[in-house]
């Protein structure tokens, strides 16, 4: 199976901030990597597939990209609504494995 | 928009059978990969298989022996069996619709939406 690893597990930041995350395959995905969103007790919800195509109706603020093995996705500037958990997921091949989490909290 | 939403017991004994069901409303299941996933309270994301709309089946070899995903399509519903239940199985179940979509340079790609809200199994005498 292919593993994701998530960095960093958690991060604090204030509305208006630019913040990254990097999600890393263990083996090389190209392209097929996915993001999500989850809000506590919600269930997740994609951001962007394909590395770097934004989901219908998802903020222009969130960008994604990498390929290979490496990749991030990025919010340009962070809003009260984006504070949550980010999952990164690669569908290269199956089973589909998800990175651990990324936990953004308001500083 | 299609809309999918899970059912079944909050609560199973050890060494008992979870019976999930997940319903999917507002569109057909015609030509989708239908996924399970969970997720242990507090802990990330698993993959637990999923069902093409004709029955085809793929496990997670790390459930494959416990696991058993069928679909009724005149019903709109697809399902998950998990036998042998432990406290480590103790997780909110997620369906999920498995989308998928080749582009114009003929890659083909797919991603998890929508997903159902989730329900909460423990397992516990």
Known sequence: DIQMTQSPSSLSASVGDRVTITCRASQSITGYLNWYQQKPEKAPKLLIYAASTLQTGVPSRFSGGGSGTNFTLTISSLQPEDFATYYCQQSYNTPPTFGQGTEVEIK | ?125
């Open chain 2, 1 to 125: 928009q299609v809309q999918l939403q899970e059912s079944g017991p909050g609560l199973v004994k050890p060494s008992e059978t979870l019976s999930l069901i997940c319903t999917v409303s507002g569109g057909s299941m015609s030509s989708y990969y239908w996924s399970w996933i969970r997720q242990p309270p507090g802990k990330g994301l698993e993959w637990i298989g999923h069902i093409y709309y004709s029955g085809t089946t793929h496990y997670n070899s790390s459930l494959r022996s416990r696991v058993t995903i069928s679909v009724d399509t005149s019903k709109n519903q697809f399902s998950l069996k998990l036998n042998s239940m432990t406290a480590g199985d103790t997780a909110v179940y997620y369906c999920a619709r498995r989308s998928d979509y080749y582009d114009s340079s003929g890659y083909y790609w797919n991603w998890f939406d929508p997903w159902g809200q989730g329900t909460l199994v423990t397992v516990s005498s």
